[in-house]
């Protein structure tokens, strides 16, 4: 044929020869150091196309596995029907070994009624004195990056700030490598491009204490990096960015999640 190829369908994989201490070779969904869900991209009209393929691929015995690992995926959306069906399509058995439940930010009626909701009286007055004692450092403000504006000073300082911590002390910040400072401009850079990246800060006196990033996809949103810094801590500056966080989170009636 001469029509163009299309992509429905993208599959990172890792080949392994031991699964659990036992000498089974496997396929394993590759996972990168700073992403938390292996969830393969597929194409949505074409979404059972592309997992009947890919299991027609995954059963043809020259492969030479005995197992296939659907690794950090999401247990309750659409990918893992589709896993579900093939399986039972194709006649495989199939093997839970693990089964983990992420907290989530769901909202109430309004940012008030949640954190009455969820935090005590004594917390909720207990992260108010902290404000009140931090604001006597200088003036302090919540903002939150626009559309219109500059990323680029957001994204050195989000990295300056984790870098100056410990985890820059033990050579775990993004900073702490080329490839993890590249990784994390060119995913939050397309997220910004894309409109699909919520970043705060606290600042005082113009300057960030903390700070943290999170992704946007269809109705929910996902966290990413926090930042703060360490000579405030007895403030509780990332705690005070939080709280600040589901108050704007209840002013984004696009995320139900």
């Known amino acids: 044929s001469s029509e163009p190829l299309e992509l429905i369908g993208f599959f990172p994989l890792c080949r392994e020869n031991t699964f659990r201490v036992l000498p089974i070779r496997h396929l394993m969904l590759w996972q990168h150091k700073y992403c938390f869900l292996c969830t393969p991209l597929v194409h949505t009209a074409r979404a059972h196309e592309c997992m009947s393929a890919f299991f027609d691929w995954l059963v043809d015995e020259r492969h030479g596995i005995d197992l296939m690992v659907f690794n950090q995926i999401g247990g309750d959306g659409p990918f893992q029907q589709l896993v579900d069906d093939r399986i039972i399509e194709h006649r495989l058995r199939r093997y839970c070994a693990d089964c983990d439940s992420r907290a989530a930010f769901l909202p109430a009626a309004d940012a008030e009624t949640y954190l009455q909701k969820t935090l005590s009286s004594e917390y909720r007055r207990q992260m108010k004195r902290?404000?009140?004692?931090?604001?006597?450092?200088?003036?302090?403000?919540?903002?939150?990056?626009?559309?219109?504006?500059?990323?680029?000073?957001?994204?050195?300082?989000?990295?300056?700030?984790?870098?100056?911590?410990?985890?820059?002390?033990?050579?775990?910040?993004?900073?702490?490598?080329?490839?993890?400072?590249?990784?994390?401009?060119?995913?939050?850079?397309?997220?910004?491009?894309?409109?699909?990246?919520?970043?705060?800060?606290?600042?005082?006196?113009?300057?960030?204490?903390?700070?943290?990033?999170?992704?946007?996809?269809?109705?929910?949103?996902?966290?990413?990096?926090?930042?703060?810094?360490?000579?405030?801590?007895?403030?509780?500056?990332?705690?005070?960015?939080?709280?600040?966080?589901?108050?704007?989170?209840?002013?984004?009636?696009?995320?139900?999640?």
């Open 130 to 257: 902290k404000e009140k004692r931090l604001a006597e450092c200088g003036r302090i403000e919540y903002v939150t990056l626009t559309q219109n504006g500059d990323p680029e000073a957001w994204l050195e300082q989000f990295l300056h700030l984790e870098n100056s911590g410990w985890k820059g002390r033990e050579g775990s910040a993004l900073a702490s490598t080329p490839a993890g400072r590249s990784y994390f401009l060119e995913i939050v850079y397309e997220a910004y491009r894309r409109g699909k990246l919520i970043m705060q800060g606290l600042m005082l006196d113009g300057r960030p204490i903390a700070q943290y990033c999170a992704f946007t996809a269809g109705i929910g949103s996902f966290d990413f990096k926090p930042a703060y810094d360490e000579d405030y801590s007895r403030f509780s500056p990332g705690i005070l960015l939080e709280l600040e966080r589901f108050r704007h989170l209840h002013t984004r009636p696009d995320l139900a999640w």
